[in-house]
């Protein structure tokens, strides 16, 4: 469980990203974020693998405050915390495989990971996780090749084989068109399934939230000002 205690962020320039969240969610939700740009949607997103540390309050994964953390425990927090940009943040001169393998290394970080020397099991993870979202005949090919559907696909597929806990995808679809945008989403929403991997997802588009979501944040100037099931948002709205 993802518990924010009266959590507040304050950039260095002074700009409160978050204003005194409270929050719970549990394990195998899927719950996505909304608000307009500039509403703290990534903070909030950010926060919970800490590529952002809020300024104030307590936040919990699994009954540990991660704002407690030092490095070595981060290490740790973004392996079992995967995260999904929106320019899918891919090596693009890299081969798809080792895209997909470099989510093992910071759960590794073996001499050997390192090298990139992986053993058969940490193989044969990634070309599954890669037929899961059903683009292993790209396995040999280089990211930059790939389309940014394809490569989103990809992302997801190297955070699946750090085998996380929790996905967080940071405006997953922005850079991409419609039917793609559906595609990548009902990915996101069969790994949640299967794997009850609790997934927060921020979405500009409330109709597509409507459609995916278990629940909705609705967030305005730092603040949540909506948290409901998604049924609800309609009336509410
Ligand atoms: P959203 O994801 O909803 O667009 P953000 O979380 O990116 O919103 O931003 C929330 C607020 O924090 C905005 O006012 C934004 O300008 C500000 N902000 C975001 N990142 C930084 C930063 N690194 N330094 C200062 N202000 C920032
Ligand atoms: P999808 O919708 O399946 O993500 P697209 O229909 O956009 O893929 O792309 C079709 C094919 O064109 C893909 O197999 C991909 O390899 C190729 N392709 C798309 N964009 C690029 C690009 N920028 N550079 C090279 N190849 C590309």
Redesign the pocket.
């Known amino acids: 469980m993802i518990e924010f205690k009266n959590v507040s962020l304050v ?3 002074g ?1 409160q ?1 978050l204003k005194n969240i409270n929050l719970k969610i549990n394990d195998g939700e899927f719950v996505v974020v909304v ?10 997103i950010r926060s919970m693998n800490r590529l952002v540390t809020p300024t104030d309050g307590e936040l919990f994964i699994d009954d540990e405050n991660i704002l407690a953390y030092n490095s070595r425990n981060l290490r740790k927090l973004r392996t079992e915390v995967g995260m999904i940009f929106q320019n899918y943040n891919l090596v693009k001169r890299s081969t798809v495989m080792k895209n997909v393998i470099s989510g093992r290394l910071g759960y590794t970080g073996t001499l050997k990971s390192l090298l990139g020397i992986f053993s058969k099991e940490e193989l044969s993870l990634a070309y599954q996780s890669l037929e899961r979202v059903n683009i292993a005949e790209k396995v040999y090919q280089r990211a930059d090749q790939l389309s940014g559907g394809q490569q989103q696909r990809v992302a997801i597929a190297r955070v699946l084989t750090q085998q996380p806990k929790v996905v967080l995808a940071d405006e997953p679809v922005a850079s991409l068109d419609p039917p793609t945008s559906h595609q990548v989403m009902t990915y996101l929403r069969k790994i949640n399934k299967e794997d009850n991997i609790t997934t927060v997802v ?1 979405l500009h588009f409330i109709d597509m939230a409507m459609e995916y979501a278990d629940r909705i944040i609705g ?1 305005r100037a ?1 603040e949540v000002v909506f948290d409901g099931p998604a049924s609800e948002v309609s009336e509410s709205t």
């Open positions: 950039y260095p320039n700009t990203g608000g307009l740009s500039g509403a703290g949607k990534s903070t909030l921020n967030m730092g």
